[in-house]
């Protein structure tokens, strides 16, 4: 089948086509899922820094869960099927962790983790997922870049939640919001 009568490959150059002209003109294009959960609950007041640790450490699973489950990830992982500036299945992205103490005068703990997708990841992704699908393969690997990029920003967290634990500036409202950013790599 030739360009002019094969309609997959006219809808993808109409995607990119339109893609390019909505970056060129400046408006906003998708790139990125968030998610965020906010725990009320004081801990208790003769509570282990162990203890408190482990409630931020929930409320970052919680988030976590919001963000791998929100249809805003779903459309960043269709990028690779339909549109063209993730280049032969590749990106560049970001996992950022924010941590806010809302009843603290504590400014707030963010850390970041980059990560690569590139073309061979998407293929290993068919062996367990058994479909060719490019967006269906996409997000499996966006949720394992996310959890491992959650897990190492959370690492690089640690040593300035424990200052905050000495602080008690945990002890009140504590939101955590975790980001995932994706752009092309070029």
């Known amino acids: 089948m030739s360009f002019r009568t094969n309609p997959d490959r006219i809808l993808d150059s109409i995607d990119r086509a339109r893609n390019r002209d909505a970056e060129s003109a400046g408006l906003y294009v998708e790139r990125q899922a968030m998610g965020r959960d906010l725990d ?23 988030a976590y869960a919001k963000t791998a489950q929100r249809s805003e990830l779903g459309r960043l992982a269709s990028r690779f ?38 073309a061979y990841e998407i293929t290993d992704a068919k062996k367990t997922t058994k479909t060719s699908r490019a967006d269906v393969n996409a997000l499996k690997v966006l949720r394992n870049e996310l959890r491992t990029g959650i897990l ?35």
């Not at 208790?44 to 929930?58: P, S, Y």
């Not at 970001?94 to 970041?112: A, F, K, N, T």
């Not at 409202?173 to 995932?180: E, F, I, N």
Request: hydrophobic share 35%; glycine share 4%; aromatic share 6%.
């Open 40 to 62: 009320t609950e004081m801990p208790d007041l003769d509570a282990t820094t162990t203890e408190r640790l482990k409630r931020i450490f929930a409320i970052l699973e919680r």
């Open 81 to 118: 099927q339909a549109v063209g500036d993730i280049h032969h299945h590749h990106a560049r992205g970001d996992v950022s962790v924010s941590i806010q103490y809302l009843d603290h005068e504590r400014y707030d703990d963010v850390g970041v983790s980059p990560f690569e997708i590139r």
């Open 152 to 186: 190492a920003a959370y690492q690089k967290l640690e040593p300035r939640l424990k200052d905050a634990l000495r602080d008690r500036a945990d002890m009140g409202h504590v939101q955590v919001q975790v980001t995932v950013d994706l752009r092309s790599a070029q």
